[in-house]
């Protein structure tokens, strides 16, 4: 009997697969089990966000400051699981999730009227990512709008040096009433065409991957849909960075009112 039931015991199989728990004997088709999170698999919630994720290819800019100069965390100050962590960005004690908290009272830069808890992508030397728009760029999010009082942008890619812009390239925007769409510049100089892209309800989990493909063209996909954007030939010029987090996208008096995200996965890669 006992060697029936350790034989029972070494047949049931359990494998992990990216968060989920797959368990059942040996032989059955395997049942999938949703974790309680989309990071169950590896966050700590004791942890500062950089105990979970990889911030050595970012800096932190968060609405405080002096007028027109919001303050700045460099990656050295980001990283490890005794990282920087405060009212503005930090790990959610609930489910692990990398928060980002920006009112619509706030420092803001001076190119720019709304508050914002963001990273900006950086090299792992330090020094300020730059890159060519030839190649494959890609920025892959997992994340859920907490709450938001009107519209907030959650990715980006941004115009580097090269020129005298300061626009993005394109922008990825979530509104208070579950509708995400991209804003796709025109030109250095301005004007923003807006793209319905998909739709999520506020508190619901979703994912992005925001990418330049062949020097010339925007890929992005939403929840495993993926469309298909011209880059104009006024920006070939110019290098890009990419940002993500809580770049709010309404101002008032208010320092309650605002856009709070978690990231669940946040990655860059290029090639």
């Not at 990715?155 to 115009?159: A, T």
């Not at 769409?181 to 025109?186: A, K, M, R, S, W």
């Given at each position: 009997?006992?060697?029936r039931t350790l034989l029972t015991a070494l047949?049931?199989?359990t494998t992990v697969i990216g968060g989920l728990a797959l368990a059942g004997p040996a032989g059955a088709s395997p049942?999938?089990?949703?974790?309680t999170s989309p990071t169950a698999a590896f966050a700590d919630p004791s942890k500062a966000p950089g105990g979970n994720f990889d911030l050595s290819v970012w800096q932190l800019q968060e609405p405080v400051g002096s007028p027109g100069k919001p303050t700045t965390i460099p990656s050295s100050r980001l990283q490890g699981a005794s990282g920087f962590q405060d009212d503005y960005?930090?790990?959610d004690k609930r489910d692990g999730a990398m928060t980002f908290w920006a009112p619509e009272k706030g420092v803001t830069t001076p190119n720019s009227n709304y508050a914002r808890s963001e990273l900006r992508e950086m090299n792992r030397n330090g020094g300020a990512a730059d890159w060519s728009l030839g190649g494959s760029h890609k920025l892959q999010a997992t994340l859920r709008v907490v709450s938001v009082t009107k519209n907030v942008c959650v990715?980006?890619?941004?115009?580097g040096s090269g020129g005298s812009s300061t626009k993005p390239l394109v922008e990825l925007y979530y509104r208070a009433n579950g509708d995400i769409?991209?804003?796709?510049?025109?030109s250095p100089a301005g004007g923003q065409t807006l793209h319905n892209v998909g739709h999520v309800s506020v508190g619901k989990t979703w994912n992005y991957t925001i990418g330049v493909s062949g020097g010339d063209t925007i890929d992005l996909t939403v929840n495993g849909s993926t469309t298909h954007y011209d880059i104009p030939s006024s920006f070939f010029q110019y290098k890009q960075y990419f940002k993500a987090g809580s770049y709010n996208q309404s101002s008032s008096d208010s320092t309650t009112n605002g856009a709070r995200v978690g990231f669940y996965g946040l990655t860059v890669s290029h090639g």
């Open positions: 009997m006992r060697i047949a049931t199989v049942t999938a089990t949703a974790p960005f930090y790990t990715g980006q890619i941004h115009l769409v991209l804003g796709t510049e025109n």
